[in-house]
Nanobody, 120 residues
Framework: QVHLVESGGGLVQPGGSLRLSCAAS????????MGWYRQAPGKQRDLVAT???????NYADSVKGRFTVSRDNAENTVHLQMNSLKPDDAAVYLC??????????????WGQGTQVTVPS
């Protein structure tokens, strides 16, 4: 029901920056939480950052102080500004939308992901 399309990935040297974007097909003001996750080869999918429809943010300890998540409700887009990138940040980054309807039924949607490469 909710389609998510990530963009902005690429190859950057350690210490560089990237800005990822996630465009949603629906009004993100109606989505409880928009989030960014990442998954490296052979590893589980981990939370990177989330932002609620009220603007509250949460970050993984590993990215705190380096990454910033923001939302543009008018454009139905969530961004992830990534600074001071490290090789450990290399992964496929996926956008997530989580919300409950008025009955409490939970919905969880994912984009296809965008590749971030940070060589050692």
């Amino acid at each position: 029901q909710v389609h998510l399309v990530e963009s902005g990935g690429g190859l950057v040297q350690p210490g560089g920056s990237l800005r990822l974007s996630c465009a949603a097909s629906e009004d993100i003001s109606r989505i409880d939480v928009m989030g960014w996750y990442r998954q490296a080869p052979g590893k589980q999918r981990d939370l990177v950052a989330t932002i609620t429809n009220g603007g509250r943010t949460n970050y993984a300890d590993s990215v705190k102080g380096r990454f910033t998540v923001s939302r543009d409700n008018a454009e139905n887009t969530v961004h992830l500004q990534m600074n001071s990138l490290k090789p450990d940040d290399a992964a496929v980054y996926l956008c997530n939308a989580y919300f409950r309807d008025t009955d409490g039924l939970e919905f969880d949607y994912w984009g296809q992901g965008t590749q971030v490469t940070v060589p050692s």
